[in-house]
């Protein structure tokens, strides 16, 4: 706990929370998860918007985040760093002494029939996915929101990192990044690798969103089964696959990887049409969403079998 904190503790639950803190952190998510109304498609049946979560866990110093500053951007925050920060510019705590940190992260998997409807279409998304990444996206930030606040009610300081004023989207002429990625924490914390369409391939699959938080607490760190970055890919494992090449309608990914800009000017531009009513009424968010690349293709629901996950720890 931070010094110069005054907690307002429910000690029943604190207890929980000491006699087993990554169970008592799951507990609240997958309950938030399974009964907030934020998690439903209103408009599809109230269906949930996604499944149960995974969850991975990371050491707040563990050197991969280092890492990060190098390939992701020069001003990605270490856990360190944007804990330090958070404490000192938001919470007004004067040269804050941080102990412990932790990385709590999620990969939360869309509804089945979502990914059923998206691996129907071939130009632009379907209405479902729409919904699902701007619905899904404020119920992602209402989770974190959500998490946080438990914690900070038993004492113990928390904190989602893309829900704070640090959190910048680096847009182009830039190459787009962020100093948060979700995709990036999930690895470090043992949830899946990345893929020749940049996509995040967890065992539950590409067909994920991300989320995360950085927690006051020791937590043990999840082993990372993975050789390298891009072991749950089968193209890269094995020369295999590729068929996220053809699911894409914007040409944005060759068997050299993703061009980043090119999916960005799909996003915004050709899939504009959706957004303006032109393929159905009923498209929100500021583009129409796309994720063509996500659905439809072996690694849609899993890790693809001819991809080689090992177990080697710590490495990455
Ligand atoms: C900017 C952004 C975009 C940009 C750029 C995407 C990109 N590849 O970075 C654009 C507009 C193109 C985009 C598109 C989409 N996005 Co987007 N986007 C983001 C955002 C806001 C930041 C991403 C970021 O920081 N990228 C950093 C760069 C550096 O990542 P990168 O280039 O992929 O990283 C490579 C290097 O690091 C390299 N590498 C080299 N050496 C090493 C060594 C090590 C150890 C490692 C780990 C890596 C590594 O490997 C990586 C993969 O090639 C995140 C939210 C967030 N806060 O994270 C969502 C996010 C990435 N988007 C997401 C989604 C779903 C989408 C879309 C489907 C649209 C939609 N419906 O939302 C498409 C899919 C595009 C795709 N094929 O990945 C999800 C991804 C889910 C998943 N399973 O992968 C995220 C995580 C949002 C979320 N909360 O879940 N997005
Ligand atoms: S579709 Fe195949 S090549 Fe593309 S990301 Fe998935 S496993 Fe890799
Ligand atoms: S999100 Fe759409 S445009 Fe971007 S790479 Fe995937 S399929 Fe292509």
């Not at 918007?49 to 050197?63: N, Q, R, V």
């Not at 619905?135 to 928390?158: C, H, M, P, R, S």
């Not at 043990?220 to 094995?238: G, K, M, Q, V, W």
């Amino acid at each position: 706990m931070i010094e110069g904190l005054q907690p307002i503790v429910d000690s029943d639950k604190r207890h929980e929370f000491e006699n087993d803190p990554k169970a008592f952190i799951e507990r609240i998510i997958l309950d938030y998860v399974a009964t907030s109304p934020s998690n439903r498609l209103e408009s599809f049946d109230d269906a949930p918007i996604f499944e149960p979560p995974i969850f991975g866990y990371a050491a707040g110093d563990d050197p991969v985040f280092e890492t990060f500053k190098e390939v992701v951007h020069k001003d990605h925050f270490t856990p360190r760093e944007f804990f330090g920060k958070y404490l000192s510019e938001v919470q007004k705590i004067a040269n804050p002494v941080v102990g412990d940190i932790s990385v709590v992260s999620l990969a939360l998997p869309y509804n089945r029939e979502t990914m059923r409807v998206n691996a129907l279409e071939n130009e632009g998304p379907a209405l479902r996915w729409n919904h699902t990444r701007w619905k899904g996206q404020d119920f992602n930030n209402e989770l974190v929101t959500y998490v946080t606040e438990v914690l900070a009610a038993l004492g113990i300081e928390a904190v989602a990192p893309d829900q704070t004023p640090f959190f910048r989207i680096v847009r182009p002429p830039e190459p787009l990044a962020s100093t948060w990625s979700q995709r990036h924490i999930a690895y470090a914390a043992g949830l899946g690798t990345f893929s020749l369409n940049d996509g995040f391939i967890t065992t539950k699959g590409i067909g994920v969103r991300c989320n995360s938080f950085l927690i006051n607490v020791k937590l043990e760190p999840s082993a990372r089964r993975y050789t390298d970055h891009l072991a749950n890919c089968s193209f890269y494992a094995s020369g295999a696959c590729g068929a996220c090449i053809d699911r894409c309608p914007g040409a944005a990914i060759t068997a050299e990887g993703h061009d980043k800009l090119k999916c960005y000017q799909v996003l915004f531009v050709q899939q504009k049409p959706w957004i303006d009513g032109m393929h159905g009424p009923g498209y929100i968010g500021d583009y129409a969403g796309c994720g063509l690349c996500q659905t439809g293709v072996p690694c849609a629901t899993r890790i693809p079998v001819n991809a080689s996950p090992r177990q080697i720890d710590g490495i990455g």
